[in-house]
């Protein structure tokens, strides 16, 4: 008989715990991101990745509204060569676009990464649902 196990994710829940200590670019946190993603699930057969999405006047944005209170979120624009070295993760994270792209970036490198350590993985964000094999 063959046993299957399936870690469930939060994308995001998983970045938020993470120190940006040696994180200089986007594309170190990412790496950093997926290095402990398999070393904390790495034992399971399949690994689900799930990015959350904000939806406008949902229960939960109007707890992340209230949270900021008088902070402003700011949006940034990355790629992987993004320098996020002097930003803390909480700044980082306040604007729910800026959430969304690094969701997006990170969906593929989850992709690549499970095909590098040979794992089966799905992720997804948003209306996409990618896999490897």
């Not at 946190?29 to 290095?35: G, V």
């Not at 790629?79 to 930003?87: L, R, S």
């Not at 306040?94 to 089966?120: A, C, M, P, R």
């Given at each position: 008989?063959?046993?299957?196990?399936?870690?469930?994710?939060?994308?995001?829940?998983?970045?938020?715990?993470?120190?940006?200590?040696?994180?200089?670019?986007?594309?170190?946190?990412?790496?950093?991101?997926?290095?402990?993603?398999?070393?904390?699930?790495?034992?399971?057969?399949?690994?689900?990745?799930?990015?959350?999405?904000?939806?406008?006047?949902?229960?939960?944005?109007?707890?992340?509204?209230?949270?900021?209170?008088?902070?402003?979120?700011?949006?940034?624009?990355?790629?992987?060569?993004?320098?996020?070295?002097?930003?803390?993760?909480?700044?980082?994270?306040?604007?729910?676009?800026?959430?969304?792209?690094?969701?997006?970036?990170?969906?593929?490198?989850?992709?690549?990464?499970?095909?590098?350590?040979?794992?089966?993985?799905v992720s997804?964000?948003?209306?996409?649902?990618?896999s490897t094999?």
């Amino acid at each position: 008989m063959i046993k299957i196990s399936i870690a469930i994710i939060g994308g995001m829940a998983e970045v938020q715990i993470l120190s940006l200590r040696d994180c200089t670019y986007l594309s170190d946190l990412s790496q950093h991101f997926l290095n402990e993603v398999f070393k904390r699930y790495g034992l399971y057969s399949k690994i689900h990745v799930i990015f959350y999405i904000y939806i406008n006047g949902s229960l939960k944005s109007s707890e992340r509204i209230r949270r900021q209170r008088t902070t402003d979120p700011i949006h940034y624009h990355f790629d992987g060569k993004t320098n996020i070295q002097n930003t803390n993760l909480k700044k980082l994270m306040s604007h729910t676009s800026t959430k969304e792209d690094i969701s997006h970036y990170f969906l593929h490198n989850i992709i690549v990464s499970g095909n590098k350590h040979n794992k089966k993985v799905v992720s997804s964000f948003k209306n996409t649902v990618v896999s490897t094999k």
